[in-house]
Nanobody, 120 residues
Framework: QVQLVESGGGLVQPGGSLRLSCAAS????????MGWYRQAPGKERELVAR???????NYADSVKGRFTISRDNAKNMVYLQMNSLKPEDTAVYYC??????????????WGQGTQVTVSS
């Protein structure tokens, strides 16, 4: 059974920092592209940062230079370091694992989400 468990969310003032963590169970970590998405109230879920299957990093334009994704393969963990946070970063942040299947197919797994609120 695949499980993704996020932690590290909370309330932070504008300009502050948070570090999100995602623990992945089973063997999903080694065969998936891991990433972070977010969903603000009334908006669609959007990509924040992810590793591609080739090991490259992708970032949303809105977070480039402020957020950094990283991973610890030995611990099956992926992290999102968020600096210079803005009120518009307020959202539920989700850990994602995109599993690569045969014939070019992909399957997504999601964590339960962790709330990040940026407010003074």
């Amino acid at each position: 059974q695949v499980q993704l468990v996020e932690s590290g969310g909370g309330l932070v003032q504008p300009g502050g920092s948070l570090r999100l963590s995602c623990a992945a169970s089973g063997s999903i970590f080694s065969r998936s592209a891991m990433g972070w998405y977010r969903q603000a109230p009334g908006k669609e879920r959007e990509l924040v940062a992810r590793f591609t299957h080739e090991g490259n990093e992708n970032y949303a334009d809105s977070v480039k230079g402020r957020f950094t994704i990283s991973r610890d393969n030995a611990k099956n963990m992926v992290y999102l370091q968020m600096n210079s946070l803005k009120p518009e970063d307020t959202a539920v942040y989700y850990c994602n694992a995109e599993e690569k299947l045969l014939f070019g197919l992909r399957r997504d797994y999601w964590g339960q989400g962790t709330q990040v609120t940026v407010s003074s």
